[in-house]
C-alpha cells in the first residue's frame, strides 16, 4: 500500500507530480543504516503525455518504473550525524511542448545507535586528602554521544561500585562515599562506564586513578621500654 503526500503543480495544463512516501503522514524518513539503493519514495507524474523526470542531487537516483512513474532510491551510505535532511529538486518535463513542473522533496534520516559515549579523557588521576569528607565533589566524568534521543542519552556508573566512590549517573559527578585512610590504602582505582540508552546499548569507559595525600592523623609511636 502506498500513501503519501500529494504535491500538486500551479498551472492546470502542466504535468502533476504526485509524491508516494510510504509514511502515514507523507514524511520521507529514512534510517541513516539503508543499504545503498534503499526505495525512498515513488512520484507518479498525472499527464496526457509522456514526460521526463530528473533530480538535482547526487545522493539520490530515478528509475524509470513506468511511463510517468518512477522511483528514487539512495545513492550513498548515509550518516545522520553528517547529514541529517536533504532537499531533493525534481523536475518532470514534456519536452516537446516544454511544459514542466518541479517540487521539492524533503527527506530525513533516522537516527541509528552508531556511536559509542566518548569521554573527554580516557584516564583522570586526581589527589586528594586522606582525610576527604565523605561525599565531597572530586570531578566530573563527562562523556559525550553524537547520536541523538535515547541514542545519545548517557547514564554514568562507577565498577567495581565498592571502593568510597560514588557517581552521579545522570551528571557523571564523582564524589567520596566513605573515610580513607592512606595508612592502609595509597590509591584507589576504578572505571567510570557510560552507558547510552539506545538498543543494542553502546557504552564506553575511562579508568580513575585517586591518590591519597597523607595527613599527619598517627601519632608518633614510641617504643616502651621493655
Ligand atoms: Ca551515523
Ligand atoms: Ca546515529
Ligand atoms: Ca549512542
Ligand atoms: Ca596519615
Redesign the pocket.
Known amino acids: 500500500m502506498l500513501l503519501g503526500t500529494f504535491f500538486n503543480a500551479s498551472a492546470s495544463e502542466k504535468p502533476v507530480i504526485s509524491v508516494n512516501t510510504f509514511s502515514s503522514d507523507g514524511k520521507i524518513l529514512i534510517s ?1 543504516s539503508s543499504e545503498v539503493g534503499t526505495a525512498v519514495a515513488v512520484l507518479a507524474v498525472s499527464y496526457h503525455r509522456k514526460v521526463v523526470c530528473s533530480i538535482d542531487n547526487d545522493n539520490f537516483t530515478l528509475s524509470t518504473i513506468f511511463d510517468n512513474e518512477y522511483l528514487i532510491k539512495t545513492h550513498v551510505t548515509l ?3 553528517l547529514v541529517s535532511s536533504y532537499v531533493v529538486g525534481v523536475s518532470c518535463e514534456d519536452q516537446l511542448l516544454g511544459l514542466f513542473s518541479s517540487v521539492n522533496l524533503s527527506i530525513y534520516i533516522a537516527d ?1 545507535n ?2 559509542s559515549p566518548e569521554f573527554h579523557q580516557e584516564s583522570f588521576i586526581y589527589k586528594v586528602p586522606e582525610d576527604i569528607p565523605i561525599g565531597t565533589y572530586i570531578f566530573t566524568a563527562e562523556a559525550n554521544d553524537q547520536d541523538i534521543g535515547k541514542n545519545g542519552e548517557i547514564m554514568y556508573e562507577i565498577i567495581p561500585s565498592y571502593l568510597g566512590f560514588i557517581i552521579d549517573a545522570n551528571t557523571g559527578e564523582v564524589m567520596t562515599s566513605h573515610y580513607f585512610d592512606r595508612e592502609s590504602i595509597e590509591a584507589v582505582s576504578f572505571d567510570v562506564i557510560a552507558n547510552d540508552q539506545g538498543s543494542p546499548q553502546r557504552k564506553s569507559k575511562a579508568s580513575v586513578t585517586i591518590e591519597l595525600i597523607d595527613v599527619n592523623d598517627n601519632k608518633p609511636f614510641f617504643p616502651l621500654p621493655v
Open positions: 541513516e550518516d545522520r550525524e541509528e552508531d556511536n
